[in-house]
């Protein structure tokens, strides 16, 4: 791969890590620093019903959930970081083949061609 396309990659990756440490950080801020009536504008300290408490609990998972997500991804951005820095950046990890820049413009973190992704996913 080229180092003009290098660039831009490494580009890519490091604006859509900082934008997901920062959806991370705002979700975390928002799903465990804040008491429910903080988060709802509540300014009664009075008991709230039980299908609020498990809402808001579900809520709470929820947000978990999508950070562990985007944690995973940024796990994997970094791992895409470290390959460029190894100069095996665009490369398959199963077969070593080239992946496709179309595939490294939709997911630049991207660590498998289209063919083993596939494998991967239904379980070969």
């Known amino acids: 791969m080229k180092k003009a396309d290098i660039k831009i990659y490494r580009e890519r990756l490091i604006d859509l890590r900082a934008r997901l440490r920062g959806d991370v950080n705002q979700m975390a801020d928002a799903a465990l620093k804040k008491s429910r009536t903080e988060a709802n504008g509540d300014l009664s ?71 083993c992704a596939a494998r991967e996913e239904q379980g070969y």
């Open 45 to 115: 300290s009075m008991p709230i019903h039980m299908a609020d408490i498990g809402s808001d609990n579900f809520e709470q998972e929820f947000t978990i959930s999508l950070m562990e997500s985007e944690e995973g991804t940024l796990d994997q951005i970094e791992a895409s970081l470290e390959r460029i820095e190894d100069g095996t950046y665009g490369q398959c990890e199963e077969c070593g083949a080239r992946i496709p820049k179309t595939r490294l413009n939709a997911i630049p973190y991207a660590n498998l061609c289209v063919k």
